[in-house]
């Protein structure tokens, strides 16, 4: 079965600089959750969306946006790095609406290294 | 706010002994409830779920999970543990409603003697 496809896997950066994590969801899947999880930490819930709209948002730093396309498809886009932004970077997608919204189904996730 | 609370960081077992990881939840309603397991380096599988009526789930790789409302608690278990299933497991909520994020414990690592 098709499952959550992020890209790139692994990604090395400068602090200050800027990068971009990509979300493919599984088909017919309409909801993306972000998802950032620091060494040895839980996930920590970044941003969802709903059919293209941001349906709810927790403790992403303004410095990081995302959003989400007319193919479902989400990017997550983070701007001047801090050290301190290195986690691992988890994409979840779930069929909301009348769908199954609880039931998320994660990424591989995105290694973001800030050096 | 809703948490979760696993309250073993680490826990050895040997395979084949039977296995049971705890889970308390803190939160006014009874909210959905979910066990992920992540292996290293890897994404999160989801195990099991809890969303209403039997309070005794089944999940995958022969794992099952039972909900206690008086104890707001959502342990997992399994009968005879696998060398393969050494992971991290986390315990995880979500409030209900039209509020679908998960809310993650710590996690509880599981290591398994031969």
């Known amino acids: 079965a098709a499952g959550v496809i992020q890209s790139p896997r692994h990604l090395i950066k400068e602090k200050r600089e800027t990068a971009t994590l990509k979300c493919y969801p599984i088909?017919?899947?309409?909801?993306v959750y972000w998802y950032q999880q620091g060494p040895g930490q839980d996930p920590q819930f970044l941003i969802s969306f709903y059919e293209k709209m941001q349906s709810d948002k927790g403790s992403i730093p303004d410095r990081f946006s995302a959003q989400q396309f007319s193919d479902y498809h989400s990017e997550l886009n983070m701007s001047s790095l801090e050290l301190g932004d290195s986690a691992l970077y988890f994409c979840?997608?779930?069929?909301?609406?009348?769908?199954?919204?609880?039931?998320?189904?994660f990424g591989p996730g995105t290694r973001l290294t800030v050096t | 706010a809703q948490s979760v609370t696993q309250p073993d960081i680490h826990i050895t077992v040997s395979e084949g002994a039977s296995l049971e990881l705890r889970c308390n939840y803190s939160y006014g309603a009874t909210p959905y409830l979910f066990w992920y397991v992540q292996s290293p380096g890897q994404g999160l599988q989801l195990l099991l779920k809890?969303?209403?009526?039997?309070?005794l789930v089944q999940g995958i790789k022969g794992f099952e999970a039972e909900f206690k409302r008086s104890q707001s608690s959502f342990n997992l278990r399994k009968p005879s543990v696998h060398w393969s299933d050494a992971a991290e497991y986390f315990c995880?909520?979500?409030?209900?409603?039209?509020?679908?994020?998960?809310?993650f414990g710590k996690g509880t690592l599981l290591t398994v003697n031969p």
């Open positions: 995880a909520v979500a409030r209900g409603g039209s509020n679908y994020k998960l809310t």
């Open positions: 809890y969303f209403s009526g039997d309070t």
């Open positions: 979840a997608s779930s069929l909301g609406g009348e769908g199954r919204p609880y039931e998320q189904y």
């Open positions: 088909p017919r899947h309409d909801t």
